[in-house]
């Protein structure tokens, strides 16, 4: 029952490929959950502009290190038309950290019958979006997702659905 030291503080330890670590003793902090930040956005958007916009999804967290990691979890429902086409309208998608753009634009939509009239040619799809960031900062940063009409017509938190913006900081 001895202790182990392995080099002197501020060396770098390098370990080989294919190694596998196992904890059996009480160390800990290793991928920890830090905090926990969650909001909800239930009132409905819409846009018929193909420049992107906020869909009331906005939420700040401080990560309390720099090597902190922030895992961002998204739930929201959209729809989008298109009345000039056998087509329901796709919808743009964009996650911003501050404002830069970290993930996207993607764009989302789900098909439809042709045999629906033109006005009512609309889709929905609920969205899951999950991306693991790396703000190097302990300042506030703000994370949002943004739409867009890349047809005619786009709603975000459509309806009466309401979108949810979950941000994890993990330890680094």
Known sequence: NGTVSLGDSG???TVPS??????SGTATGFGKML????????????TTNTTY???GLTLAITPTST?????????????????SSDRGGK????????STIIYG?????MYVNSSVSNENRQSQNWNQLHYLDSPSTTSAVTYKLQYNARDNQAWANADGEPGILTLMEIAG
């Not at 294919?18 to 904890?23: E, K, L, P």
């Not at 895992?71 to 729809?79: A, G």
Request: one cysteine or more.
């Open 91 to 98: 919808v743009g998608l964009q996650i911003l950290r501050d």
């Open 18 to 23: 294919g190694v596998t670590f196992t904890n």
């Open 67 to 83: 090597s902190s990691k922030v895992f961002i979890m998204i739930q929201c429902k959209t729809t989008g038309a298109d009345n």
């Open 35 to 46: 905090q926990i930040v969650s909001m909800t956005a239930s009132s409905e958007v819409n």
């Open 53 to 55: 916009a906020d869909t």
């Open 105 to 109: 634009p993607i764009a989302t939509a």
């Open 11 to 13: 060396d770098t330890i």
